[in-house]
């Protein structure tokens, strides 16, 4: 008996600008999508989209959104444009895949994600780095108690551009490294602390420093600019037994384990703690290193199939959200610390 043979998951990406052109070319590429829009107020941008990829172009989104074989919209346009065009991809009864951050308002995200809920769409936030097998691995090896107690973690995003003036270095740099320190600890930071400085227009935060305190007193340190000599995309993850660097655009290895350590030892004499330094090897372990957009692409067709949640469903980029909101308010008052 012949198989019969399952339609592809027809997808049209929104917005062919910075992001949207990866995207596109991933979800052209994956078994079992097809790419059948794109969506761009540039007409040049469209007319490369369907030179390379033959696919059907519009100006705007509700040229689209009646094609009853449209089965979900991919949104990698301006933040603050996401809540509006999402709402109207929600309303047209499509899945919803939308580039960080879900929203620039914490209420319209809840909007959407309940949305999204009540109609029974899958809705999934664009954090590729939760996808990242860099990231993954030390997820596992925080997990499982690898690095014994965990201290602080910190992080730099940085480079020279891409500069930009709608918003600043914390909405639109620092999600990234605030959804790698979620995913890691598996929580919510308790407060936030965030300063900044606009270098270069007096309109927008061109670096700023984000700090979350998370329970336990695990804190998370970000800094993120593009305003920086050099490309760096590094995070430090210290514990009581071993300590790991992930470098994102190392070549020589993305991981590197470290072997040390702090420890209390003997008798307390007169209120003074004794410490003994553990240093041992360093390991770069091997990793399969998977395009994470192109796993990430196919965990959302992968969703919309099966009808499972993503990784990085609504509920996770609400989190990402509120705290962005709260070192928004923070930033805003030089730095004051805002609980969650």
Not at 98 to 110: F, H, I, N, R, Y
Not at 140 to 163: A, C, K
Not at 316 to 323: A, F, I, M, Q, S
């Amino acid at each position: 008996m012949q198989q019969r043979e399952i339609a592809p998951i027809r997808i049209a990406v929104v917005g062919y600008g910075y992001w949207g052109p990866n995207l596109a070319r991933n979800f052209h590429q994956l078994q079992g999508a097809e790419l059948a829009y794109v969506v761009d107020q540039n007409a040049d941008a469209r007319a490369r989209a369907h030179r390379l990829y033959g696919c059907k172009t519009a100006e705007r989104l509700d040229d689209i959104l009646t094609d009853p074989l449209l089965d979900a919209v991919v949104i990698a346009t301006p933040a603050r444009t996401h809540y509006t065009l999402a709402r109207m991809a929600l309303d047209a009864g499509k899945h919803l895949f939308v580039e960080k951050p879900l929203t620039m308002d914490v209420s319209e995200g809840e909007q959407l994600v309940a949305h999204a809920h009540q109609s029974g769409l899958t809705l999934m936030v664009g954090h590729v780095f939760e996808y990242n097998p860099a990231v993954a691995y030390i997820k596992q090896m925080i997990d499982g108690g690898d690095l014994g107690d965990l201290f602080y973690l910190y992080s730099r995003r940085v480079n020279l551009g891409r500069l930009q003036s709608d918003v600043n270095a914390l909405w639109s740099i620092a999600p990234h490294d605030i959804s790698i320190a979620l995913h890691l600890l598996g929580q919510m930071p308790e407060a936030v602390r965030c300063q900044g400085a606009s270098c270069l227009n007096g309109i927008v935060e061109d670096v700023v420093f984000l700090t979350m305190f998370f329970p336990n007193n695990v804190l998370c340190h970000v800094h993120a600019s593009w305003l920086d000599p050099s490309k760096t995309r590094e995070m430090t993850v210290v514990g009581s037994q071993k300590m790991v660097v992930y470098d994102d655009v190392s070549a020589e290895g993305k991981v590197r384990v470290y072997d040390k350590g702090a420890f209390r030892k003997g008798d307390v004499t007169y209120g003074d703690f004794q410490y003994k330094l553990h240093s041992g090897d360093i390991l770069i372990p091997r990793l399969d290193m998977r395009e994470p957009l192109q796993i990430e692409c196919a965990h959302f067709v992968e969703c919309i199939r099966t009808g499972n949640t993503p990784l990085t469903d609504g509920e996770n980029g609400l989190r990402v959200l509120k705290v962005l909101a709260a070192g928004e308010r923070s930033l805003r008052n030089d730095g004051e610390k805002v609980s969650l």
